[in-house]
Nanobody, 115 residues
Framework: QVQLVESGGGSVQPGGSLRLSCAAS????????TGWYRQVPESQRELVAH???????NYADSVKGRFTISRDNAKNTVYLQMNSLESEDTAVYYC?????????WGQGTQVTVSS
């Protein structure tokens, strides 16, 4: 079955960095549109970063210049490098992959930014 497994979350101080990983099985990520979303309690899940099957990227305005999405096709893994983290970045981060009407989600990984 298809699985997306996020890892790399944790607690950091403001200004710190984390790299999230999303390891896929059952699908080949290079053929999918893949994104990172985040969600805080009682709020809508929002798109953070997106990478197309062709490698094009898009970012939410709030993370432009600080976050970078990338994909390692050999490892079938998508990454989110998060720099200059702020308290507002605290959320559960989810990986997803979309193709031909199918949408797959990971289980989420918690990121907490606090002093």
């Amino acid at each position: 079955q298809v699985q997306l497994v996020e890892s790399g979350g944790g607690s950091v101080q403001p200004g710190g960095s984390l790299r999230l990983s999303c390891a896929a099985s059952g699908i080949i990520l290079s053929g999918f549109s893949t994104g990172w979303y985040r969600q805080v309690p009682e709020s809508q899940r929002e798109l953070v970063a997106h990478i197309t099957a062709g490698g094009g990227t898009n970012y939410a305005d709030s993370v432009k210049g600080r976050f970078t999405i990338s994909r390692d096709n050999a490892k079938n893994t998508v990454y989110l490098q998060m720099n200059s983290l702020e308290s507002e970045d605290t959320a559960v981060y989810y990986c997803n992959a979309v193709l031909n009407g199918y949408r797959y989600w990971g289980q989420g990984t918690q990121v907490t930014v606090s002093s």
